[in-house]
């Protein structure tokens, strides 16, 4: 059984920029969501994925936006990045329809923004 | 209505301590509310959770207490240990399959435990 794998670990973008970040789901799992957790901070919901559609949304703006793929894979988009968006994103995956509340979680990719 | 407030930010104790990290919430509508361990440069990993149909719930060194009426939930460690030092986060959610990927978490609680 593998675990939840996220892409890329570390990165560096200006302000302004796109940036893509890319989940793959444990085995199993059909559901994938999406946190940001900045530093010091517990973790926020940006947004879940099932069956490929968006299934909930936290407060964040439109330029945050996401898919998932058939095998359940998932991205993070992006788009003109702000320094505020400097955090660590992690993806957790989960098993809709048999819910015991627990997320798998990646050990993140930590994007900052200059 | 959607916050989660944990306490304290930060905690040290003795090894064999037993350190208590606090949470509130307000949505009476949360129905399970999970703790969670974070070690530095790895993902939060589920520790214990616990639904408001019960008042205590014990897996191995871990007890959560839960106050339905005061909306409030606590996470004890007994026998504490170094290996315990980590950051650890309480979280609250509504359940059901739709619900599976939104959890609501505290601010953290960093534990350092003494040898």
């Known amino acids: 059984e593998t675990g939840v794998t996220q892409s890329p670990t570390h990165l560096i973008k200006t302000r302004g920029q796109q940036v893509t970040l890319r989940c793959s789901s444990q085995?199993?799992?059909?559901?994938v969501s999406w946190y940001q957790q900045a530093l010091g901070q517990g973790p926020q919901f940006i947004f879940q994925y099932y069956r490929e559609e968006e299934n909930g949304r936290g407060n964040f703006p439109p330029r945050f936006s996401g898919l998932q793929f058939p095998n359940y894979s998932s991205e993070l988009n992006v788009n003109a990045l702000e320094l505020d968006d400097s955090a660590l994103y992690l993806c957790?995956?989960?098993?809709?329809?048999?819910?015991?509340?627990?997320?798998?979680f990646g050990e993140g990719s930590r994007l900052t923004v200059l | 209505q959607q916050q989660v407030k944990q306490s304290p930010q930060s905690l040290i104790v003795q090894k064999g301590g037993i350190p208590i990290i606090n949470c509130a919430y307000e949505n009476t509508a949360f129905d399970y509310f999970p703790w969670y361990q974070q070690f530095p440069g790895k993902g939060p990993a589920l520790l214990i959770a616990i639904r408001p149909d019960v008042s205590e719930k014990k897996e191995g060194r871990f007890t959560i207490s839960f106050n339905k009426s005061a909306k409030q939930f606590s996470l004890h460690i007994m026998d504490s240990q170094p290996g315990d030092s980590a950051t650890y986060f309480c979280?609250?959610?509504?359940?059901?399959?739709?619900?599976?990927?939104?959890?609501?978490f505290g601010q953290g609680t960093t534990l350092q435990v003494k040898p």
């Open positions: 979280a609250a959610t509504r359940g059901g399959s739709s619900n599976t990927g939104k959890l609501i």
């Open positions: 085995s199993g799992h059909n559901t």
């Open positions: 957790a995956s989960s098993l809709a329809g048999q819910y015991t509340g627990e997320l798998f």
